[in-house]
């Protein structure tokens, strides 16, 4: 850390624009999705066709981004069922998420939206539910014009190396580690 102000523009000078990117939200601390539907936000605001596919989370949830967004004109698709550990049948779960990628791959190609959040992709992926190489040779065969913001913990390799922009979120300290619940409106 330095205590004195940058005094040189730290602003490249040789960029080249690009028709869509590839962002990676992951890691072990709070506000991958987060960072994500603030993203959507921008996008929305831009008059921009925005869709989310979750994979884990289900309709159940009633997450506060979802009323918002959909208010704002998102297309939103909560195909998961929940947490693993509280699934009745893991089976099941492993069919919702393929049934999300399927959602998920027709966003991506289709030149309907100019960002696609999948949130929770990771997930899955890791599980072996959906094919990791399908996914990402899908990412990088999208159409040209749309932008992926992939979200969850512990993001694959071959998911990073497809990606433009990775962000790596630290859990310094939580809440929930010190016992405290999940809070409406902060959390979820």
């Given at each position: 850390?330095?205590d004195?102000p940058?005094?040189?523009?730290?602003i490249?000078r040789?960029?080249?624009?690009?028709?869509?990117?590839?962002?990676?939200?992951?890691?072990?601390?709070?506000?991958?999705?987060?960072?994500?539907?603030?993203?959507?936000?921008?996008?929305?605001?831009?008059?921009?066709?925005v869709?989310?596919?979750?994979?884990?989370?289900?309709g159940?949830?009633?997450?506060?981004?979802?009323?918002?967004?959909?208010?704002?004109?998102?297309?939103?698709?909560?195909i998961?069922?929940?947490?693993?550990?509280?699934?009745?049948d893991?089976?099941?779960s492993?069919?919702?998420?393929?049934?999300?990628?399927?959602?998920?791959?027709?966003?991506?190609t289709?030149?309907?939206?100019?960002?696609?959040?999948l949130?929770e992709i990771?997930?899955?992926?890791?599980?072996?539910w959906?094919?990791?190489?399908?996914?990402?040779?899908?990412?990088r065969?999208?159409?040209?014009?749309?932008?992926?913001?992939?979200?969850?913990?512990?993001?694959?390799?071959?998911?990073?190396?497809?990606a433009?922009?990775?962000?790596?979120?630290?859990?310094?300290?939580?809440?929930?580690?010190?016992g405290?619940?999940?809070?409406?409106?902060?959390?979820?």
């Amino acid at each position: 850390m330095t205590d004195q102000p940058p005094i040189e523009d730290p602003i490249r000078r040789d960029t080249t624009a690009a028709s869509s990117l590839v962002l990676v939200n992951t890691g072990d601390g709070k506000g991958k999705s987060t960072a994500g539907f603030g993203t959507l936000l921008r996008a929305l605001a831009r008059g921009w066709r925005v869709g989310v596919i979750q994979f884990i989370k289900s309709g159940d949830w009633r997450v506060g981004e979802e009323q918002l967004l959909t208010q704002l004109g998102a297309e939103w698709r909560s195909i998961g069922d929940g947490f693993s550990w509280d699934a009745e049948d893991l089976e099941v779960s492993k069919g919702l998420a393929q049934e999300a990628w399927a959602a998920a791959r027709d966003a991506l190609t289709s030149g309907d939206f100019e960002v696609v959040m999948l949130d929770e992709i990771t997930y899955p992926m890791n599980w072996g539910w959906i094919d990791a190489a399908d996914v990402v040779a899908t990412i990088r065969e999208r159409h040209e014009q749309t932008t992926v913001i992939c979200t969850g913990r512990d993001a694959p390799d071959e998911l990073v190396e497809v990606a433009d922009t990775v962000t790596e979120m630290r859990n310094v300290k939580h809440a929930y580690d010190q016992g405290i619940q999940a809070r409406r409106g902060i959390d979820y």
